[in-house]
């Protein structure tokens, strides 16, 4: 048992290095992206959506989840707390970044969600937090979901149910600043000509909704479309849905980008 304890705390050791790394090499790229340098702004010194002390909270589906460690889900700007996913990438970027600002980021995405089951645990994962600046990315499992019969949804469903929660949140959180981050897929793995056009109808939806809130709009179906004009789709996506670890860094720079030159 001791053998089976000692290599389980070098496995989370090893992780939680691996972890660290990989925001550090992030944070690297972004800033030689340039996205650095946009960065600027989001702290409040020239404008953008996220002011100093605020509380960023992303949520969403696995997309945003990416394994994250729901175990310490309570503690705020922890590396396993966030996933490995985008929202970490993002998060490290932001607190490197600006550590004057004294940020506080959540990550509480999870796995297989779709709008309603968001509603449904909302009063928790986000009015509970208190945050400042809400991130969503949801619609890929409103889609799958109905495709492998294990939902009846529609996209007028996915719209009215995504309206009632910002609705609830502009209620519950006055002053919230929203972001709406646009659904996506790439050709390959699970996805193939069987969600289309539809899924495009989830894309339009996310749309209206982040203009009717006056949320900022995250294009990820567009950054992803300009990146597989030169690379191969399984490069940024190996399913077509979640995304690899060069996919998790463009949606980072994209979602950085967005909110760095907001105007609120």
């Given at each position: 048992?001791?053998?089976?304890?000692?290599?389980?705390?070098?496995?989370?050791?090893?992780?939680?290095?691996?972890?660290?790394?990989?925001?550090?090499?992030?944070?690297?790229?972004?800033?030689?992206?340039?996205?650095?340098?946009?960065?600027?702004?989001?702290?409040?010194?020239?404008?953008?959506?996220i002011g100093p002390g605020?509380?960023?909270?992303?949520?969403?589906?696995?997309?945003?989840?990416?394994?994250?460690?729901?175990?310490?889900?309570?503690?705020?700007?922890?590396?396993?707390?966030?996933?490995?996913?985008?929202?970490?990438l993002a998060a490290a970027?932001?607190?490197?970044?600006?550590?004057?600002?004294?940020?506080?980021?959540?990550?509480?995405?999870?796995?297989?969600?779709?709008?309603?089951?968001?509603?449904?645990?909302?009063?928790?994962?986000?009015?509970?937090?208190?945050?400042?600046?809400?991130?969503?990315?949801?619609?890929?499992?409103?889609?799958?979901?109905?495709?492998?019969?294990?939902?009846?949804?529609?996209?007028?469903?996915?719209?009215?149910?995504?309206?009632?929660?910002?609705?609830?949140?502009?209620?519950?959180?006055?002053?919230?600043?929203?972001?709406?981050?646009?659904?996506?897929?790439?050709?390959?793995?699970?996805?193939?000509?069987?969600?289309?056009?539809?899924?495009?109808?989830?894309?339009?939806?996310?749309?209206?909704?982040?203009t009717a809130f006056d949320?900022?709009?995250?294009?990820?179906?567009?950054?992803?479309?300009?990146?597989?004009?030169?690379?191969?789709?399984?490069?940024?996506?190996?399913?077509?849905?979640?995304?690899?670890?060069?996919?998790?860094?463009?949606?980072?720079?994209?979602?950085?980008?967005?909110?760095?030159?907001?105007?609120?």
């Amino acid at each position: 048992m001791a053998e089976s304890g000692s290599t389980k705390k070098a496995t989370t050791r090893r992780e939680f290095i691996s972890q660290a790394a990989a925001g550090l090499t992030a944070t690297s790229l972004l800033s030689a992206s340039g996205c650095s340098r946009s960065m600027a702004r989001v702290s409040g010194r020239e404008g953008g959506l996220i002011g100093p002390g605020n509380v960023v909270l992303f949520q969403g589906d696995s997309i945003t989840d990416a394994g994250r460690d729901r175990r310490r889900e309570d503690n705020a700007n922890d590396t396993r707390a966030l996933g490995t996913g985008y929202a970490f990438l993002a998060a490290a970027a932001l607190l490197a970044d600006h550590s004057e600002a004294k940020l506080t980021v959540y990550n509480r995405g999870i796995s297989g969600h779709k709008v309603f089951q968001l509603a449904e645990r909302w009063d928790k994962d986000c009015i509970a937090l208190k945050p400042d600046v809400v991130s969503i990315l949801i619609g890929v499992n409103d889609i799958w979901h109905t495709l492998n019969g294990q939902y009846d949804g529609t996209i007028e469903v996915y719209e009215r149910d995504y309206r009632a929660l910002l609705e609830r949140t502009k209620r519950e959180l006055p002053g919230v600043k929203l972001v709406v981050c646009e659904p996506f897929v790439l050709r390959c793995g699970a996805v193939n000509d069987k969600w289309f056009p539809e899924f495009d109808g989830y894309r339009a939806a996310a749309r209206q909704v982040a203009t009717a809130f006056d949320a900022v709009f995250v294009p990820f179906q567009t950054m992803f479309d300009e990146a597989v004009r030169t690379t191969p789709p399984d490069y940024w996506a190996g399913d077509g849905v979640h995304p690899t670890i060069a996919g998790a860094a463009r949606m980072a720079q994209t979602w950085l980008q967005a909110v760095s030159t907001a105007r609120t």
